[in-house]
């Protein structure tokens, strides 16, 4: 696949179990990596993750451009809000669902300790009814 270096190159996408296509950046898929990922997570407004977690996989998420509210913990009860330039850790098994409530587009990168972000994943559907109850759709 390649000899120790390899570069990705804009363009490919995938979509990903969390409802989203993202920009297929260095991962498992690409490049052939084992501990860790980074892909672009463009997101439109008015758009929210589906609720999950990464088992046994952190997560660090850097606000490229915009900002976004992270809803996370035991039934989704915790906010926060990430804005450009900020970086958000989730912490392994931590519940949460990004959800753009900013009215403008934002971008993500996305880092994960293993070789593809959609290693581990664990969707949680009664928590997307539960938070989609709070908000309002």
Known sequence: MHDGVAVVAPGATYVGKQGFTYG??????????KQVCLNVLPMPP?????AHFH?????????????????YGAGLAKRVLV??????????????????ESGKPCTWLVVH?????????????????????????
């Open 24 to 33: 297929a950046g260095v991962s498992a898929e690409t490049v052939g990596a």
């Open 46 to 50: 008015g758009v929210r993750a589906k």
């Open 55 to 71: 088992e046994g996989i952190e997560t660090i998420a850097y606000m490229l451009e915009g900002e976004c509210a992270v809803y």
């Open 83 to 100: 804005r450009t330039g900020e970086q958000c850790f989730v912490d392994a098994d931590v519940p949460h669902a990004p959800c753009n």
């Open 113 to 137: 300790s293993s070789g593809s972000d959609q290693d581990g994943i664990v969707l949680l559907p009664e928590l997307d009814a539960a938070l989609a109850a709070r908000l309002g759709g």
